[in-house]
């Protein structure tokens, strides 16, 4: 959300003068008048190509919520006014935008695609499935691992996608490509998360994947590994117990 925020004000303060008279003064009215009908026409010009959904009514009246890339704000229904926080409701006790963020990441998570993540299966019946931006040089990461198995017997899926920290001159980038690029990525990753070597040089058109890993951990906001997200989406930043994160699942 901070980067969001300060991506916009950073693009506001260098664009203001293309938005002033000057050479292209004879374009600006004409784009005035076709823009003034579109109530994203000042967020459009401060995105910077982030994608933009379409206005929604808001719980308050002459407020509409809007999807920015990954992230929620709030804009007046005339597209002047905006504001990037956490839309409370009170009288429920629910926080409004962290339910449409976690909107957003599922959609975001799942499009990423099961065959481009590395798939530790629920032992029988699956109950639950969750993602987890993981790094194979990251201590943490290897405890939740190591507390894989017991997520499997009850039920749980556990759905892996690579997010090396510090990107490609990250400790753990050499290793999350050579457990995509392995014949057999499941086995790759239990060798790679006990700190044993992966038998894969790493260069193989499936190592893009870990950079598109990353690319999504950095829109969803992830702060660092693991970052787990349950089935609605919601994250959960840094280690959690196995015995803790089924309770949250409700297992």
Request: charged residues 25%.
């Amino acid at each position: 959300m901070k980067k969001i925020l300060f991506g916009l004000l950073a693009l506001g303060i260098a664009g203001a003068p293309a938005w002033g008279a000057g050479p292209a003064g004879k374009a600006t009215d004409q784009q005035a008048s076709q823009d003034a009908g579109d109530p994203l026409r000042y967020l459009r010009r401060l995105a910077g190509g982030r994608p933009i959904g379409q206005p929604r009514p808001s719980p308050v009246a002459g407020i509409s919520q809007v999807e920015l890339d990954a992230d929620t704000l709030y804009i007046s229904n005339d597209g002047r006014y905006a504001f990037i926080g956490s839309l409370i409701d009170l009288e429920k006790g629910r926080n409004l935008t962290a339910q449409a963020k976690a909107r957003s990441a599922r959609k975001l998570l799942d499009a990423f695609g099961d065959e481009n993540k590395v798939i530790f299966h629920a032992k029988g019946r699956e109950k639950a499935v969750i993602d987890v931006f993981t790094d194979t040089s990251c201590p943490y990461c290897r405890k939740l691992h190591a507390e894989v198995p017991r997520l499997q017997a009850a039920g749980v899926t556990v759905r892996y996608l690579p997010y090396p920290r510090g990107g490609k001159r990250g400790p753990g980038y050499k290793g999350l490509r050579q457990v995509w690029c392995a014949k057999d990525p499941v086995k790759a990753m239990d060798l790679a998360k006990h700190g044993k070597d992966v038998a894969d040089k790493g260069d193989c058109p499936r190592a893009a994947l870990v950079d598109q890993g990353y690319q999504l951990g950095e829109r969803l906001g992830v702060q660092g590994t693991p970052t787990i997200y349950l089935p609605d989406g919601t994250p959960i930043g840094g280690y959690v117990p196995a015995r803790e994160l089924l309770m949250r699942l409700g297992k």
